[in-house]
Nanobody, 118 residues
Framework: QVQLVASGGGLVQAGGSLRLSCAASGRTDNMYAMGWFRQAPGKEREFVAAISWSEGNTYYKASAKGRFTISRDSAKNTMYLQMNSLKPEDTAVYYC???????????WGQGVQVTVSS
């Protein structure tokens, strides 16, 4: 089993920054990738960014490119999402996830609220 604990959400004005963290514990050996997803009120959960755990390759939702940066500290089993130039439309509950399968996210953390005021 793997446990994921997300932190770092909050309230920020448009144009501001936040950094989310997601710490993984448990059986993390052979983790394939970790990612961030978000869900805004009344909308479906959507992909934001992901990072391959061994190579550090990164992938982003189009609207996140250039504003968000995903990274990881393998020694700490922790993933980060640096979010800059935040917009009100970034307001959502953000979830971190881990996968050991190339296609399926197996484990999910609790969500953290990110609210961007205009």
């Amino acid at each position: 089993q793997v446990q994921l604990v997300a932190s770092g959400g909050g309230l920020v004005q448009a144009g501001g920054s936040l950094r989310l963290s997601c710490a993984a514990s448990g059986r993390t050996d052979n983790m394939y990738a970790m990612g961030w997803f978000r869900q805004a009120p009344g909308k479906e959960r959507e992909f934001v960014a992901a990072i391959s755990w061994s190579e550090g390759n990164t992938y982003y939702k189009a609207s996140a490119k250039g504003r968000f940066t995903i990274s990881r500290d393998s020694a700490k089993n922790t993933m980060y999402l640096q979010m800059n130039s935040l917009k009100p439309e970034d307001t959502a509950v953000y979830y971190c996830a881990a996968r050991f399968d190339p296609k399926v996210y197996d484990y999910w953390g609790q969500g953290v609220q990110v609210t961007v005021s205009s």
